[in-house]
């Protein structure tokens, strides 16, 4: 299927509350094998969304635990119990062989990948992953487009799109 006839669904997210109640909603569906590429400018809230979806996957303890950027380590995982989460930061990465060497598209088979800077992958960007593209907007507000490229990111599609936040 072209890109441009992917199924996608747009979303505004009026506060940072939001934009943590879409991640928890959506943490539960994942599983080993996921990948989640988050696409958009510095401060668009990525890394935000990443943290309240680790959180939420940690269960109780992920309240109180540290949860970094990835930025200057370029991958941090996490142990949830019923799988591991790889999250990378790729704006640091010069070259599509600097992914290889992180060990990433091992995890993209076995783990479930939170992706910032998903466009630094290059060939090894999976066929099948769900993409979040954020917008800051200059009301401090939000918006996403989320695209789904093959079967089973369409399935998390209909899995993110059920349950409000729509406009």
Sequence with gaps: ?????????HLALPSAEATDALA???APCLAAGDTLLLEGDIGAGKTH?????IRERL????????????????VQTYDTGDATIWHADLYRLTSPQEVWELGLEDA????ICLVEWPDRLGPARPA?????SFQ???DDTRRLAVSASGPRSYALL????????DD
């Design 108 to 111: 993209f088979s076995n783990a």
């Design 59 to 74: 269960g109780p303890a992920g309240q109180w635990e540290d949860i970094p950027s990835p930025t200057f380590t370029l």
């Design 24 to 26: 928890r909603r959506l």
């Design 1 to 9: 299927m072209d890109q441009n006839d992917a199924p996608s669904l």
């Design 128 to 132: 099948d992953a769900l993409t979040l």
């Design 158 to 165: 209909a899995a993110f799109g059920s349950g409000g936040g």
């Design 49 to 53: 969304f990443a943290r309240a979806l």
């Design 136 to 138: 800051a907007l200059p």
